[in-house]
Antibody
Framework: QLRLQESGPGLVKPSETLSLTCTVS??????????WGWIRQPPGKGLEWIGS???????YYSPSLKSRLSISVDTSKNDFSLKVTSVTAADTAVYYC???????????WGQGTLVTVSS | DIQMTQSPSSLSASVGDRVTITCRAS??????LNWYQQKPGKAPKLLIY???SLQSGVPSRFSGSGSGTECTLTISSLQPEDFATYYC?????????FGQGTKLEIK
């Protein structure tokens, strides 16, 4: 059974870097043939796609975040990571990782992790 | 970016009612439209993909239709567990974008 689990600090100071990891079990990031992605949701607000990647090398970022964003993959650990630099209060959100299906739908989600940007 | 607009933004209904939520795109997205259900404190759950394909394990009272710039999600007979917020998402082009959500409440 596929399971995704986000992990990382719940509190980040303004101007610092937000770092999260998504650990995948029940499927192989490198051989599954799927894309994988990050989505976030500010408290009480809607969903925002952050970025997606394919282990073969394709990487797609939201234009609004691209200059501060990086996604990396560790196939040996079957996990992938998100870094957002120079964070502000506007980056406070629940961050989800998810698997992306053949129609680019997000068909399996992690439980989400709340990251608060505050001094 | 493709803008997704859902209507209504909120909806009150009773158990057993038939409910329809509409999602309009700012340009044609063919049938690259997905629907999610989200309950408080939980991750979104995929209900419908490719506008009308029912995700495995989702009850058949949920259905989707449409293409181009307008799609709909219909719940044929509301059950107590269906009261939640629903989001549409276009997966036609990057950046993928979501509608603002429709909150379905008990009347």
């Amino acid at each position: 059974q596929l399971r995704l689990q986000e992990s990382g600090p719940g509190l980040v100071k303004p101007s610092e870097t937000l770092s999260l990891t998504c650990t995948v079990s029940g499927d192989s990031i490198s051989s599954s043939g799927y894309y994988w992605g990050w989505i976030r949701q500010p408290p009480g607000k809607g969903l925002e796609w952050i970025g997606s990647f394919y282990s073969g090398g394709n990487m797609y970022y939201s234009p609004s975040l691209k200059s501060r964003l990086s996604i990396s993959v560790d196939t040996s650990k079957n996990d992938f990571s998100l870094k957002v630099t120079s964070v502000t209060a506007a980056d406070t959100a629940v961050y989800y990782c998810a698997r992306q299906g053949t129609w680019n739908q997000f068909d399996n989600w992690g439980q989400g992790t709340l990251v608060t940007v505050s001094s | 970016d493709i803008q997704m607009t859902q209507s209504p933004s909120s909806l009150s209904a009773s158990v057993g009612d038939r409910v329809t939520i509409t999602c309009r795109a700012s340009q044609s997205i063919s049938n690259y439209l997905n629907w999610y259900q989200q309950k408080p404190g939980k991750a979104p759950k995929l209900l419908i993909y490719a506008a009308s394909s029912l995700q495995s394990g989702v009850p058949s009272r949920f259905s989707g239709s449409g293409s181009g710039t307008e799609c709909t999600l219909t719940i044929s007979s509301l059950q107590p567990e269906d009261f939640a917020t629903y989001y549409c998402q276009q997966s036609y082009s990057i950046p993928y974008t979501f509608g603002q959500g429709t909150k379905l409440e008990i009347k």
